[in-house]
């Protein structure tokens, strides 16, 4: 007698698809539960620096320096700036906004230069604060050389705009960016420092801010020269100051470029010549020529500093940036009297018109 032989293929497969369901439902919930593990375990942390005064700002950027200045803006706003600074770090570092005021009673600076920055990302930030600040009448841009060589390299954007004008001017909650600027490498580096640098005491690399933006440099020594010779000018640097230089004179604000002073012995390192900032010269006045109200003043070679001026090639110490800002706010003066006499001449040419 044959044995009967179990041919039920449905009963097989509904088991197979419940385990597979199970084993489905098992795989997702792991999931979930490590990416809200991950989470929890991520706000913990974050939470951690914060009381331990070791949180950096959002990574805007990926920059330190230029979120810790997002943060400083944030929390120490400027009512209605006539003034406005921009430029890399020589505008940050370059400016003592109190000797401005002293100098020139009425005046409201608002440091807004950032470390770090080629001349086409100067000129997008500059664009950002004009947008927010509209009481700036006057806009200083204080450059080095090394900020008109490869533009081409770097995006414009330095941060999305959008969202830094929602933290810094809305008061967005600060924690929301801190996921969608997700990068945990990047906040532990920046977590080891930032506690130390806010307090001054990394020398070379301090996040100190004056109530205008400033920011203060004056290590006990110097780092020699500490910078070669920078790379072949790039036309597209000049083509951005260019372009906020019309903005400018279209909006009937004036513009002063500063190429800041450089060490005595950088120059004669990388330039023997003259020839290499001869044309840095001659490209800056090209870029805001047929702007009435733009002007250039090239402090290299009008302020004299002596070399214990300097950190390094193109950086002032604090104690000499005093002196430098005293020769800024006359320069400015000039340049509002230039204003007011171009205006009365406009007047008085219009009043003669039949």
């Known amino acids: ?25 098992g ?78 009673p009425g005046l409201r600076p608002l440091n807004g230069a950032f470390c770090g920055l080629h001349a086409n990302q100067s000129t997008y930030v500059a664009n950002w604060l004009l947008d927010r600040e509209p009481s700036v009448r006057q806009v200083v841009m204080i450059v080095d050389p090394l900020d008109f060589a490869g533009c081409w390299k770097v995006p414009d954007a330095v941060f999305d705009r959008e969202h830094a004008d ?54 006990r020594g110097d780092r ?50 003259g020839s290499f900032l001869a044309r840095f010269d001659a490209k800056l006045n090209a870029a805001i020529a047929g702007n009435g109200g733009a002007q250039y003043w090239n402090a290299d070679r009008e302020w004299v500093a002596p070399p214990a001026a300097f950190v390094d090639a193109i950086h002032l110490r604090w104690s000499a940036v005093q002196g430098f800002s005293e020769a800024l706010a006359e320069r400015l003066r000039e340049a509002e009297q230039a204003r007011i006499g171009r205006s009365v001449l406009a007047g008085n040419g219009a009043l003669a018109a039949p």
């Open 1 to 25: 007698m044959a044995r009967s032989v179990d041919t039920c293929p449905d009963g097989v497969a509904a088991r197979a698809e419940a385990d597979q369901r199970r084993i489905r439902a």
């Open 27 to 104: 795989y997702l919930l792991g999931m979930f539960a490590g990416l809200f593990g991950m989470l929890g375990g991520f706000a913990a942390l974050l939470a951690w620096l914060n009381h331990t005064d070791n949180l950096p700002p959002p990574a805007f950027s990926n920059s330190l320096c230029v979120d810790e200045k997002l943060h400083f803006l944030r929390h120490n706003p400027i009512a209605d700036p006539n003034l406005l600074i921009v430029g890399s770090s020589v505008a940050w570092r370059h400016v003592d906004g109190d000797v401005l005021i002293e100098q020139t």
């Open 166 to 219: 929602h933290y810094v001017y809305q008061q967005a909650s600060r924690w929301g960016y801190y996921m969608r600027y997700f990068s945990p490498r990047s906040l532990l580096r920046n977590a080891k420092t930032v506690k130390a640098q806010r307090a001054n005491e990394i020398e070379w690399d301090p996040l100190v801010f004056t109530r205008h933006g400033d920011g203060p440099l004056e290590p």
């Open 224 to 273: 020699g020269l500490f910078y070669d010779k920078p790379d072949a000018l790039d036309d597209a640097c000049f083509v951005a100051l260019g372009e906020l230089s019309k903005r400018l004179q279209q909006e009937q604000r004036q513009l002063l470029v500063v190429s800041t002073p450089l060490h005595p012995q950088w120059k004669a390192k990388v330039d023997g010549d």
